[in-house]
């Protein structure tokens, strides 16, 4: 049966004529056999009598592997899934849903790693704060921003791209009180963002006071009058699919991540070893790592559950079944196999593999 891996075929240190030769013959050996993905390999310098065998037969020296533990490539997920740091709650939120993760980077125009953003954090922020209800009502975001997340139909938009500090507030009660609750918050008319149905009353009157926008909720129809008085006012006004609950709490995901982002990181480099990265996971580090290449741009993402995944480097071990004449790093992948004539070593495997030792040779 094919595999889809590669697997190394590779004999012990300091090899000599049997590692390498065993090597190449058992790769073959599987290639003749259809089984694909098979690659002689070796862990040591040749020798003269090696290289006046394979000279001999006109094969190439088997691929030279110093090291093989696993590295941060090799468990990473490349190219994950990221966000630029103007980005809205609300598209962070997405991807997270989207894909099932709860861990995004935050990167610059040029990719450039900057930090990262989690469910954790942007959950944290839509917890209310019942002993700061002003702060509950605030939103930094721009108008844009508002539109795009609500699918909201445009208007009249002003100076609809700058990003600004606002507050949302629900046109619910009379027209007489709809202002005293703004009054007593101290929150400026020009920073107000006004939810309202289709109370006419109310929506003449926010424009009338100067508000920063009013947003109409339900699909609503807006009177001609209206938009014409909210144009002469300089006052934006969007109209919301959605219900006034619903556009409200849409309105508040609408705000950007920069003040969420956790700017603080350490940068792993994909040649990184995996067990050292496991130290850091075990020391209490955070629940996903970053992963950059030199100039800092965003390479992958490593997870702690990353590190449950099967290691992908796979080997048969020819000539020898003890560690400690193994190729650095055996003791971390998958071995699948041992063909062997020697004693037998300490070894153990986490499942049941093939193993021939025979006293031949």
């Not at 007593?184 to 508000?211: F, M, T, Y």
Request: glycine content about 6%; overall charge neutral; some cysteine.
């Amino acid at each position: 049966m094919a595999t889809t891996l590669p697997t190394f075929v590779i004999g012990h240190k300091n090899p000599d004529a049997d590692s390498i030769c065993s090597a190449i013959a058992y790769a073959a050996f599987k290639e003749a056999r259809g089984e694909t993905g098979y690659i002689p390999a070796r862990c040591g310098n040749s020798n003269a009598r090696i290289d006046a065998i394979l000279a001999r037969f006109h094969t190439p020296l088997p691929l030279y592997l110093s090291d093989v533990s696993p590295r941060v490539h090799d468990m990473m997920t490349p190219a994950p899934r990221a966000v630029t740091e103007d980005a809205t709650c609300a598209e962070a939120l997405k991807l997270l849903d989207q894909h099932a993760i709860s861990f995004l980077p935050v990167v610059s125009a040029r990719k450039r790693a900057l930090g990262s953003v989690s469910l954790a954090s942007l959950g944290h922020h839509f917890i209310p704060r019942l002993d700061e209800p002003r702060a509950m009502r605030q939103v930094r975001t721009s108008l844009a921003h508002i539109s795009q997340t609500l699918q909201a139909s445009v208007l009249h938009a002003v100076d609809d791209q700058h990003l600004e500090e606002l507050f949302v507030r629900i046109g619910a009660m009379d027209v007489g009180t709809f202002w005293k609750i703004s009054e007593k918050d101290n929150i400026p008319a020009g920073q107000s963002l006004i939810i309202v149905g289709d109370r006419r009353d109310v929506q003449q009157r926010a424009i009338e006071l100067g508000i920063r926008a009013l947003i109409i909720s339900g699909n609503l129809p807006v009177e001609p009058v209206i938009v014409a008085l909210a144009k002469k006012k300089g006052v934006s006004i969007l109209v919301s699919p959605h219900d006034t609950a619903t556009t409200a709490w849409f309105v508040r995901t609408a705000a950007t991540i920069e003040n969420l982002i956790e700017r603080k990181f350490t940068a792993l480099n994909t040649d990184t070893r995996i067990a050292e990265v496991r130290r850091k996971f075990a020391q209490g580090g955070p629940p996903a790592m970053i992963v950059t290449a030199d100039d800092g741009t965003l390479q992958g993402v490593l997870t702690k559950t990353d590190l449950l995944k099967p290691v992908p480097t796979r080997l048969i071990l020819v000539d020898h079944n003890e560690l400690t004449q193994a190729v650095p790093g055996a003791d971390e992948v998958t071995i699948t196999e041992i063909i062997d004539h020697h004693r037998l070593g300490p070894m153990a495997t986490p499942q049941p593999i093939l193993f021939i030792n025979e006293p031949v040779g």
